[in-house]
T-cell receptor, first 113, second 113 residues
Framework: DQQVKQNSPSLSVQEGRISILNCDYT??????FLWYKKYPAEGPTFLIS?????DKNEDGRFTVFLNKSAKHLSLHIVPSQPGDSAVYFCAAGGYSGNTPLVFGKGTRLSVIA | EAQVTQNPRYLITVTGKKLTVTCSQN?????MSWYRQDPGLGLRQIYYSMNVEVTDKGDVPEGYKVSRKEKRNFPLILESPSPNQTSLYFCASSLRTGRAEAFFGQGTRLTVV
């Protein structure tokens, strides 16, 4: 059973527009969420995180929103740039010191110039 | 520079020939883990280690072994590789488990023929 779901395998957005990547989770005990970005032939790199005590966290062009009641988080990229084209993984963790991060399957974002 | 180093980056081997993929981190992280990435399946955890001499199974441990004899190293061992272990493998390390950013290695592309 997938605990972290990214239901859109791919997304195409025009340069300059907003990219919205979505992630749903099923385990209400998760209290820490992260987004990773992955380019081909490279390992995933950390992008942004959010704790469950917040509902929004911003870092430059990247904003993560958390809706705990809906068990949903989203990553907004504004404005989108061609260099943002990558696979984005959502991950969830927390609630226990022994619980490793659980990753979604990823969403491939293509930003078209 | 903080990094996780995996070797080799690419490996082609034959069924049944034992192999080891090495992983080393220079951040003094306690927590290390191995993932495999397959198309449509995202990142799945193979094994993880909370500290030296402490290892545990992840979601897909069958056919793999690990050891953690020292803090910085966490090798992945395939005693008798099979074609279904053809995949892209990532090692990761973090300060803690579920509430900390994980740093990933560059990946090892393994092909078993």
């Amino acid at each position: 059973d997938q605990q972290v779901k990214q239901n859109s395998p791919s997304l195409s957005v025009q340069e300059g527009r907003i990219s919205i990547l979505n992630c749903d989770y099923t385990n209400s005990m998760f209290d820490y969420f992260l987004w990773y970005k992955k380019y081909p032939a490279e390992g995933p790199t950390f992008l942004i995180s959010i704790s469950s005590i917040k509902d929004k966290n911003e870092d430059g062009r990247f904003t993560v929103f958390l809706n705990k009641s809906a068990k949903h988080l989203s990553l907004h990229i504004v404005p989108s740039q061609p260099g943002d084209s990558a696979v984005y993984f959502c991950a969830a963790g927390g609630y226990s010191g022994n619980t490793p991060l659980v990753f979604g399957k990823g969403t491939r974002l293509s930003v078209i110039a | 520079e903080a990094q996780v180093t995996q070797n080799p980056r690419y490996l082609i081997t034959v069924t049944g020939k034992k192999l080891t993929v090495t992983c080393s981190q220079n951040m003094n992280h306690e927590y290390m883990s191995w993932y495999r990435q397959d198309p449509g399946l995202g990142l799945r955890q193979i094994y993880y280690s909370m500290n030296v001499e402490v290892t545990d199974k992840g979601d897909v441990p069958e056919g793999y072994k690990v050891s953690r004899k020292e803090k910085r190293n966490f090798p992945l061992i395939l005693e008798s590789p099979s074609p279904n272990q053809t995949s892209l493998y990532f090692c990761a390390s973090s300060l803690r488990t579920g509430r900390a950013e994980a740093f990933f290695g560059q990946g090892t592309r393994l092909t078993v023929v």
